[in-house]
Structures are given as C-alpha cells and as structure tokens.
C-alpha cells in the first residue's frame, strides 16, 4: 500500500512540476511584453527609463494632460502653472531642433528624458504644496 501511495505521489508531484515548467519564462522581451503595449512598464509595474522618441511624445502628453487637469481642480495656482508650461514648451522646443537637425540620437533621447523626469518632479511637488487657486483664504478642500 506504501509502495502505491509513494509511487501515485511522485506522479502527481512530477505531472505538477512538468505544467509548471511548459509556462512561457518571460524573460526579457519575452512572454509579457510581446504583443501588446506594456505603457513603458515592465512586468513587475516597474516603470522602463529606456524610452525612444514615440515615449518621448507620449510623456509629453501625459504631462500636458496632467498640468491641466492640476488648473482644473485649484491644486495649480496660476503663476505655478504658467512656469509648469514654459518649462514643457521649452523641452518641446528642444525636441523640435533635436529632430530637425538629424533625428533622435540615444544621448539626445537621454536629455529630453532627464528634463522630462524633473518637470514631472516639479509638477508633483507644486500640486502638493498645498497652494489653492481660488478666492478666500486658507485651505479649500472640505
């Protein structure tokens, strides 16, 4: 009875690690990322800092949508966000000379990514200090 229970075990323990095995590693560029846009996240919600000009575009956007959606709601003041906008306009003037001179180039991609990262600093920092547009004084959230 021993020898039937042990032997039905190790069948059972085997069959378990054979399906494991046939699922697809999705190392990398493999399994999760093909087929499908991740958004520049990885498998592990870890956002992907190797962008290319498309990601560049995209981050723009996002910001852009961002900043307005800061003035929508007051946690923007006017000044701030006036600032907020001259910086992203500078970062898409800086891309429009990149890509007229020869396109994007690995180093140039890099810069417009770093000027991107610390607008979106900025911006986080500016919606969370707590400044309100609006009339009256003090803090306006109910």
């Given at each position: 009875?021993?020898?039937?229970l042990?032997?039905t ?7 378990g ?6 699922q697809?590693?999705g190392g990398?560029r493999g399994?999760y ?6 958004g ?9 800092r190797?962008?290319?000009a498309?990601?560049i ?13 800061g003035?929508?709601?007051?946690r923007?003041t006017?000044?701030?966000a006036?600032s907020?906008?001259?910086?992203l306009r ?7 000379l990149f890509?007229?001179?020869h ?5 140039e991609v890099a ?5 991107l990262?610390r607008l979106e600093?900025?911006?986080r920092a ?6 309100r ?5 003090g803090?306006r959230?109910y």
């Amino acid at each position: 009875m021993k020898k039937i229970l042990v032997a039905t075990l190790a069948i059972v323990t085997l069959a378990g690690a054979g399906a494991a095995a046939a699922q697809p590693y999705g190392g990398p560029r493999g399994g999760y990322e093909v087929g499908y846009s991740t958004g520049g996240y990885d498998r592990y919600d870890r956002y992907d800092r190797r962008t290319d000009a498309r990601d560049i575009n995209a981050r723009q956007q996002a910001l852009r949508h961002r900043l307005d959606r800061g003035i929508e709601t007051g946690r923007l003041t006017r000044r701030e966000a006036e600032s907020l906008r001259y910086e992203l306009r500078e970062i898409r003037r800086l891309e429009r000379l990149f890509r007229a001179s020869h396109g994007l180039n690995p180093r140039e991609v890099a810069i417009l990514d770093d000027r991107l990262n610390r607008l979106e600093r900025r911006m986080r920092a500016e919606m969370r200090d707590d400044q309100r547009y609006g009339y009256g004084y003090g803090d306006r959230r109910y």
